[in-house]
């Protein structure tokens, strides 16, 4: 089949390396060429509101996914108008705005941290005292990476929180004392089968991602029959296809859903070297109307993000354990260019990679 990507970043380019030996072909769509899908397939460059050449790359595609979720709703259906576009476009809309997305997580059952939406200072200066201190102020829509938001601890810093992201609507939540953060990546098939990954521990730095352990250790079976739960009540409800990931707080034992992502997802990564089947061959199973491969772990596997700039890479190939991937991006301050996974390590080839990883960044 000839898949259709929107965006071609780092997970196109993973998307492509898992499904060409499926037999597949790739075509992009995006803004500007990027470096990472370089040789992978041809990338139509035009914008996101466009939605005559989206319709016309549409029509080029037997299948149409994406890898960042804003891309505007508007553009997937028209687009599905040509091709299946899949995730289907409803996941979007609700993945796109904090406060929908939580709306909808609690009507399907799903715990979140307490909130309030504002679109005024005064309307935030009333939401952070209905959730109460300290709270964290996000913009409800583009943010990522922990970009456009505020921890708050008072009403003056409200007030500055509200100058700080420019007066775009926000939503105000109930800070959760969480014991750690996890992930649970989760696929659906066109014929309604599904499958959840073990759940994975995250490790954020400034915000961004920076380890990623897949399985979580410690996981009670408790813990994971409450994600797969969790997954699958989104999955259903959605009539998904693809994979999506979604983003939780373990706090006494139960999950507390944070943000979903309806796409591959970086806390994934160690899918590719630690799993009989990874979330970009899924995905691309998925989405082509294949049945799902195994989501079981071959060994437990750890994944660091390489960030901002490169690490010793010599040093990095030398870890016996270590499988290396680079997006071929140029280093810039905060970028994403590459990750490293362990597969089955020791403790001491996890500590010197987080040291090669850390010294770099
Ligand atoms: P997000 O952009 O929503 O993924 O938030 C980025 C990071 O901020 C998360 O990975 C958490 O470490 C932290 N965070 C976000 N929301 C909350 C919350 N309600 N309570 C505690 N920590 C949070």
């Given amino acids: 089949m000839k898949i259709g990507v929107l965006g071609s970043g780092q997970l196109g380019r993973m998307l492509a390396l898992a499904g060409t030996p499926l037999g597949h072909t790739f075509s992009f769509y995006d803004t500007a060429a990027s470096a990472c899908t370089t040789g ?7 914008s996101f509101s466009d939605l005559k050449a989206l319709t016309a790359f549409a029509s080029r595609c037997d299948v149409v996914t994406y890898e960042f979720e804003n ?19 409803r996941a979007l809309e609700v993945s796109q705005d904090r406060v929908v997305e939580k709306e909808f997580l609690q009507s399907l059952g799903i715990d979140t941290p307490a909130f309030r939406a504002a679109s005024s200072e005064a309307e935030l200066l009333e939401a952070v005292t209905a959730v109460g201190f300290p709270c964290i102020v996000k913009t409800r829509r583009l943010g990522y990476d922990g970009k456009g938001q ?18 775009a609507p926000l939503i105000a939540e109930a800070f959760v004392p969480f014991t750690r953060e996890l992930s649970v990546i989760a696929v659906r098939s066109q014929s309604g089968q599904t499958k959840t990954y073990p759940l994975a521990f995250n490790i954020h730095r400034a915000g961004i991602l920076h380890r990623s352990e897949i399985p979580a250790p410690g996981v009670t079976p408790e813990l994971s029959r409450q994600a797969h739960e969790i997954a699958s009540r989104v999955l259903t409800e959605l009539q998904y296809v693809g994979v999506l990931a979604i983003e939780l707080f373990e706090v006494g034992g139960k999950l507390v859903a944070n943000e979903m992502a309806p796409r591959v997802h970086n806390s994934g990564h160690a899918t590719i ?6 979330q970009f061959e899924n995905h691309i199973r998925a989405i082509t109307g294949m049945e799902l491969g195994s989501v079981v772990s071959r060994a ?10 490169l690490p010793d890479l010599e040093r990095a190939a030398a870890i016996q354990n270590a499988k290396i991937h680079l997006y071929g991006k140029e280093p810039r301050p905060g970028r994403k260019l590459g990750h490293v996974t362990l597969v089955g390590p020791s403790l001491e080839e996890d500590q010197v990679l987080e040291s090669l990883v850390r010294g770099a960044a």
């Fill in 71 to 89: 891309v505007p709703c508007a553009a997937a259906e028209a687009m599905a108008s040509k091709a299946p576009v899949y995730p289907p476009p």
């Fill in 273 to 278: 070297d630690g799993s009989v089947t990874s």
């Fill in 300 to 309: 437990p596997a750890v994944m660091y993000n390489i960030i901002g700039s």
């Fill in 150 to 167: 505020a921890r708050v601890a008072s009403l003056d810093e409200a007030r500055q929180a509200w100058t700080e992201l420019a007066g």
């Fill in 40 to 46: 992978l397939g041809e990338t139509s460059v035009g």
